[in-house]
């Protein structure tokens, strides 16, 4: 079971390094923009996806200039020259859509990380549409079959955690760049 998970698993972060690194890539840029003009780069997961916050914040490589998009259950008050990143399951979580139009309208670039639009959410309000860059997860169904023909094992943390690593090496890697000019 476990061997299945992580060939699919592997199968998941193929995909997403072949069919989303130009969004990285972008993405990268984007928040690049902020570190290199002395802003901030906020960050929010929602549900699961607050994993990430904790891994981004706390983890052993914190991104120099990142903070928490939140404090306690208010929005800090983010400026033009500042970038956030978001993540969500799903491109048309409502929480995720009501912050990203939010965003959109104090005119904060943002990125969103999120599974892409399935084509029974066609023509809702979705993170795709409404981020400067939108990354897919890829981490559309389960990973494992049951028996009784039902799947197991959605990655959405771990393929979303997986986006936001190349992001954050994009970047790295852009600001020193940067700093050697």
Do not use: C
């Not at 706390?58 to 033009?80: D, F, T």
Request: aromatic share 6%.
């Amino acid at each position: 079971m476990l061997k299945v998970f992580l060939t699919q698993l592997t199968g998941v972060y193929k995909k997403i390094e072949q069919e989303e690194q130009e969004s990285i890539e972008d993405a990268a840029r984007l928040l690049a923009q902020a570190l290199t003009a002395k802003g901030q780069v906020y960050i929010h997961g929602f549900k699961e996806m607050e994993g990430i916050v904790s891994q981004a914040i706390n983890g052993p490589e914190p991104l120099k200039g990142l903070k928490k998009l939140y404090s306690g259950q208010y929005m800090v008050q983010a400026q033009q020259r500042d970038r956030a990143i978001i993540f969500a399951r799903s491109a048309t979580e409502k929480e995720a859509v009501a912050l990203a139009e939010s965003l959109r309208g104090q005119h904060v670039p943002f990125v969103a990380v999120s599974q892409g639009i399935k084509p029974e959410e066609e023509g809702k309000p979705n993170l795709a549409e409404i981020a400067d860059v939108h990354v897919d997860i890829k981490a559309a169904r389960g990973l494992v079959p049951n028996e009784d023909g039902t799947r197991s094992g959605i990655p959405t943390l771990a393929a979303a955690l997986f986006a936001y690593q190349g992001i954050i090496m994009a970047v790295d890697e852009i600001l020193r760049e940067y700093e050697e000019e």
